[in-house]
Structure formats: structure tokens, C-alpha cells
């Protein structure tokens, strides 16, 4: 499967993520109703004017297209049709999350309905795992196969910058600290500086 993302993140607070995919596959959606044209090119942005720093839309994208590309049981499409996203997109992450979660029950995906709702509840507990969802969002759009997790509730920003760092070291995507800090700098959540 090829991916082709396109990140852009300008200064009047816009973010937009766009995403192809070339392949649809996926035998937990009938065939005969796989909304594969709706899934093959789809555009979503986000506008937070209440955020100047962009954090929020940050975020926003991130638990999105996570959740939709899962490396847990293989490429998970849910965006169909009749999930309808106004432009401009106002949201907070729990409302994002709550679409998400009625469209996996809508498809009887059940496992990965689980998988958002216990990623949800990690959020609401500590900002950081935004960050861990963001790492793992890079780690899917780059093609790989794994997932970082952790089950650290309370934890020094640096250690956990740490942590991530390490595994997309190990995984050839980062070549230094100074690329993951340049990277996640650009989206505003990186604590450490190069």
C-alpha cells in the first residue's frame, strides 16, 4: 500500500491533512458497501482560532487518522460517507473521538472501538499522551507496522520525549534527537529544544 501525506500548518491556525490511499482493503466492511471512493481521497482540516499556538489542531489530526490507519489488526477504514465534517472544522479532541466511536460501532468493529475509547481516556488523564498519539500517527503515515505504547498516567515530559525519540530512532525514521525536536517543534508539542 502507498501513502501520500500532505502536512501544512500556516500561521493563520489551518491545519489541513490530506491522504491517499491506493489500496482499499478491509474484510470487516461488506464488500458491497466498502465506500472505497469516499476512502481513496479524502481532505480534512481543521481551524482552531481559540489555539494561536496550534496545539489543538495538532492533536486533532493525529487521534483521527491514528485511529483509522491501526497497525494493531491492519488497515482499519472508517471514514464513510456518512461521517460529515463541516469546513471549518471546530472541535476538541472527546467530540473528534465520539465520531470515531459511533462509526466503529456502526461497523461492528468492536476491537478497534475499544482500542479509541481506552486511547480517549489516556488523553483526558495526562496532555503527554497527545504527544504518544502524535509519535504513533508519524510512526503509521511512514509505513511501519508497531505502536509505542505506554502506561505511564504521570511522567517527566522530557522522559517521555525520550521514549519516543528511541523508538522512531530504532526504526530508522529519526536519525537524531535534533530531527525528532525539529519535527515534533513543528507541531508544537515538543518540549525539548535541538
Given at each position: 500500500?502507498?501513502?501520500?501525506?500532505?502536512?501544512?500548518?500556516?500561521?493563520?491556525?489551518?491545519?489541513?491533512?490530506?491522504?491517499?490511499?491506493?489500496?482499499?482493503?478491509?474484510?470487516?466492511?461488506?464488500?458491497?458497501?466498502?465506500?472505497?471512493?469516499?476512502?481513496?481521497?479524502?481532505?480534512?482540516?481543521?481551524?482552531?482560532?481559540?489555539?494561536?499556538?496550534?496545539?489543538?489542531?495538532?492533536?486533532?489530526a493525529p487521534v483521527f487518522l491514528v485511529r483509522c490507519l491501526s497497525p494493531v489488526t491492519g488497515p482499519a477504514y472508517v471514514l464513510p460517507p456518512s461521517c460529515e465534517l463541516p469546513e471549518p472544522f471546530t472541535t476538541d479532541i472527546p467530540s473528534l473521538c465520539h465520531i470515531l466511536l459511533n462509526e466503529l460501532q456502526r461497523l461492528g468493529m468492536m476491537k478497534r472501538y475499544e482500542e479509541?475509547?481506552?486511547?480517549?481516556?489516556?488523553?483526558?488523564?495526562?496532555?503527554?499522551?497527545?504527544?504518544?498519539?502524535?509519535?504513533?500517527?508519524?510512526?503509521?503515515?511512514?509505513?511501519?507496522?508497531?505502536?509505542?505504547?505506554?502506561?505511564?498516567?504521570?511522567?517527566?515530559?522530557?522522559?517521555?520525549?525520550?521514549?519516543?525519540?528511541?523508538?522512531?530512532?530504532?526504526?530508522?525514521?529519526?536519525?537524531?534527537?535534533?530531527?525528532?525536536?525539529?519535527?515534533?517543534?513543528?507541531?508544537?508539542?515538543?518540549?525539548?529544544?535541538?
Amino acid at each position: 500500500m502507498r501513502k501520500e501525506i500532505s502536512i501544512t500548518s500556516p500561521d493563520n491556525y489551518l491545519a489541513t491533512i490530506q491522504f491517499r490511499l491506493d489500496e482499499i482493503t478491509n474484510s470487516n466492511i461488506d464488500q458491497e458497501d466498502s465506500h472505497e471512493e469516499t476512502l481513496r481521497y479524502h481532505t480534512l482540516t481543521w481551524v482552531n482560532a481559540a489555539s494561536p499556538n496550534g496545539k489543538k489542531i495538532a492533536f486533532i489530526a493525529p487521534v483521527f487518522l491514528v485511529r483509522c490507519l491501526s497497525p494493531v489488526t491492519g488497515p482499519a477504514y472508517v471514514l464513510p460517507p456518512s461521517c460529515e465534517l463541516p469546513e471549518p472544522f471546530t472541535t476538541d479532541i472527546p467530540s473528534l473521538c465520539h465520531i470515531l466511536l459511533n462509526e466503529l460501532q456502526r461497523l461492528g468493529m468492536m476491537k478497534r472501538y475499544e482500542e479509541l475509547k481506552n486511547t480517549l481516556e489516556l488523553i483526558k488523564q495526562n496532555w503527554l499522551k497527545e504527544k504518544l498519539v502524535l509519535a504513533n500517527w508519524y510512526l503509521l503515515m511512514s509505513g511501519g507496522n508497531y505502536w509505542i505504547y505506554s502506561d505511564q498516567s504521570t511522567c517527566d515530559d522530557n522522559v517521555l520525549d525520550s521514549e519516543i525519540t528511541s523508538c522512531l530512532q530504532a526504526h530508522g525514521h529519526l536519525h537524531s534527537e535534533i530531527d525528532a525536536c525539529v519535527f515534533f517543534s513543528h507541531f508544537g508539542c515538543w518540549s525539548t529544544t535541538p
